[in-house]
């Protein structure tokens, strides 16, 4: 039996972005973006549902981010996760990858009894491939990125194939580690249906204090009970369910700042048109034979 | 703060070869030490590596620290980030630049963590300025500039309240220029002190292909993007490269939908190059394949679309289907040179 966490975040659809999201000026208006499961993180939750299947355990999903983000804790439960936790509270915004790890390994040590965890190599809003290994280090734990496949795991330890410049190689480490995995490595399993009818209507607490606030015959800790017995409440930590140093959360914990955002105009420019005729492609060739690029 | 004004980068080294990634930081590093007056220093790790030690002169090293083991012979997270862990907090070093390849990015992260540093990945350039940031002045900044957020945007990052600047940059990016007199030998050696933590990850085994792809040294470049909607019209990129001398080259976006492997992906998360001519297809242009490609010397690009943004870089723009385009351009190239 193996416990595994797995870490996963909400993103801004950024490889995806159409006209419908350009502002007039050619820049990208970013909250138009749909949000969407990193899929990197989903590969990683799939090889964590594998590892149950074959030793047994139990497999948590946890996420950081604004209350939203609750929906990737849905699509976990929809691909098979025991248990949800989403991580959420406005004192945690602004993080860059030092404080959010900081948080995540709060939070990881507070839930305890895990052998491994889970997560995408990055995440296609920033690409830093750093919460991975910054988590691990809080939590003092080995870990193990660029995952190919795992091959072999025993009482306390595990082989694993990873990609290392130029080739790869195969490690051995000891349990708890930390694993982050490559978007190629196993093709994510989709939604059981049966899992979909269980768990669509799972909310976290912010969810459930929403519809307190919005119907006045509804109490909050009777719904959170409510949830909790029909195995529906996505668990959820605020800053005050966590025992955190407010100075090393969210923006205060961040030491990167950005100093300056140039938007990236997108529009029409001025090279040396060449038609697609046979003329015109003749007339591209000699100048580049004149540029000495061929022949 | 408390710190001392150094640059400091990790000479990253495989099987005992150097990295061309760590002496083209070097290169930047020397310029970064001379706008801050201070000093660029290699950190070398490995076994038997004094040679590699050596060599970091050439590139503007005024100083290495050297720590050699036989079981550092390879790259190692725990072992690794230990002592440079170790040497960042006895002697603080203002910046420290890592590589952005697999290692780098797997070491830079977990020291950045242990020293509550402030790290951007991937940065496309480096400068140090004085920086008027919330009112405050801060004297001589590491600005770590990146595209964000898709590539939509580029970001000038700083970390002004905390001693060391850390950041990682891809291979490619800053030009190597050795020196013209390389700078007198001084080595340091730091002894390394074994732990049995060191040793909870091993390496069983280790294969690396010495027929990499080095499109980096390729004068042409054929690249194929998304835009070629298939692997199929792909194949047209490879007859149009194989005809006129060229290296095969894709997007993120061909090597996402594979198209083309990985070790051949340019830009910003791939491989950053300079060549000759680089010719586009089918590809949009959005800010992460620029970075990787607009320094080449002449730019060919052929997309469908009049409004995409690589004809603002590029040197020659045809609008056109590139099913047709390149069969009549093979055509066309071999009437000419044959």
């Known amino acids: 039996m193996f416990n595994s966490i797995v870490m996963v975040k909400q993103v801004p659809d950024t490889a995806n972005i159409s006209g419908k999201v350009m502002k007039d000026d050619g820049t990208v208006n970013r909250t138009k973006l749909p949000a969407i499961f990193n899929h990197e993180d989903r590969v990683a939750l799939e090889l964590a549902l594998q590892v149950k299947e074959k030793y047994g355990g139990k497999v948590i999903a946890v996420t950081m981010g604004p209350p939203r983000a609750s929906d990737v804790l849905r699509e976990c439960l929809y691909m098979g996760v025991d248990e949800t936790y989403l991580v959420s509270d406005r004192k945690f915004a602004g993080a860059d990858t030092l404080a959010t790890s900081y948080v995540l390994s709060e939070v990881i040590k507070k839930i305890g009894n895990y052998d491994f965890i889970f997560a995408g190599r990055q995440a296609i809003d920033g690409d830093t491939a750093q919460v991975g290994p910054q988590t691990a280090e809080k939590l003092g734990i080995p870990q193990i990125t660029y995952t190919e496949e795992i091959l072999e795991i025993s009482t306390n330890r595990i082989r694993i194939k990873r990609k290392i410049d130029g080739g790869y190689e195969i490690v051995e480490s000891t349990l708890p580690v930390l694993i982050t995995v490559l978007k190629d490595v196993v093709d994510p399993r989709p939604f059981s249906s049966k899992r979909v009818m269980a768990f669509k209507s799972a909310r976290s607490v912010m969810d459930l204090e929403k519809l307190a606030e919005e119907n006045s015959l509804l109490y909050i800790d009777k719904l959170i009970h409510e949830y909790k017995e029909k195995n529906l409440l996505i668990n959820t930590f605020t800053m005050d369910d966590l025992n955190l140093d407010v100075q090393r959360c969210g923006i205060n914990g961040s030491p990167t700042k950005v100093h300056k955002v140039e938007s990236v105009v997108l529009k029409g420019g001025n090279q040396i048109k060449i038609e697609p005729t046979k003329t015109g492609l003749n007339h591209l060739i000699d100048q580049l034979m004149t540029d000495h690029i061929f022949g | ?338």
């Open chain 2, 1 to 338: 703060m408390n710190f001392k004004n150094e640059v400091w980068v990790f000479i990253e080294q495989r099987d005992g070869k150097p990295a061309d990634v760590s002496f083209e930081l070097l290169c930047k590093g020397h310029k970064l030490a001379q706008e801050m007056n201070g000093k660029l220093k290699s950190i070398v790790i490995g076994d038997g590596v004094e040679e590699i030690a050596k060599e970091t002169f050439r590139f503007g090293a005024d100083e290495v620290l050297l720590i050699e083991h036989p079981s550092l012979k390879n790259y190692r997270t725990l072992p690794y980030s230990r002592i440079i862990n170790d040497l960042v907090k006895t002697i603080i070093p203002r910046i420290v630049l890592f590589g952005a390849t697999v290692i780098g990015r797997d070491l830079a992260p977990r020291v950045a963590s242990h020293t509550k540093s402030g790290l951007t990945a991937d940065c496309t350039d480096l400068k140090v300025s004085d920086v008027k940031y919330l009112n405050n002045e801060y004297p001589k900044l590491l600005l770590q500039i990146r595209p964000a957020f898709g590539g939509n945007i580029i970001a000038t990052i700083i970390t002004p309240d905390v001693p060391t600047q850390m950041a990682t940059v891809r291979e490619g990016v800053m030009e190597l220029i050795p020196l013209e007199k390389p700078n007198e030998i001084k080595i340091t050696r730091i002894e390394y002190k074994t732990d049995p933590v060191d040793e909870l990850v091993q390496i069983i085994e280790q294969h690396r292909e010495n027929n990499k792809v080095n499109l980096k040294a390729a004068p042409i470049i054929v690249a194929g993007g998304y835009g070629l909607s298939t692997k199929e019209n792909f194949k047209l990129v490879e007859e149009l490269a194989h005809t006129i001398g060229g290296e095969i080259a894709g997007s993120r976006a061909a090597v996402d939908a594979g198209f083309v492997t990985p070790d051949r992906q340019v830009g910003q998360t791939g491989v950053t190059v300079r060549p000759k001519l680089y010719i586009a297809i089918g590809i949009s242009g959005a800010i992460q394949h620029r970075a990787g490609m607009q320094e080449s010397n002449k730019i060919i690009a052929i997309n469908t679309d009049p409004e995409a943004p690589i004809f603002d870089i590029a040197h020659y723009g045809i609008v056109g289907d590139a099913t047709e385009v390149i069969p009549s351009f093979i055509e066309a190239y071999k009437h000419k040179l044959k």
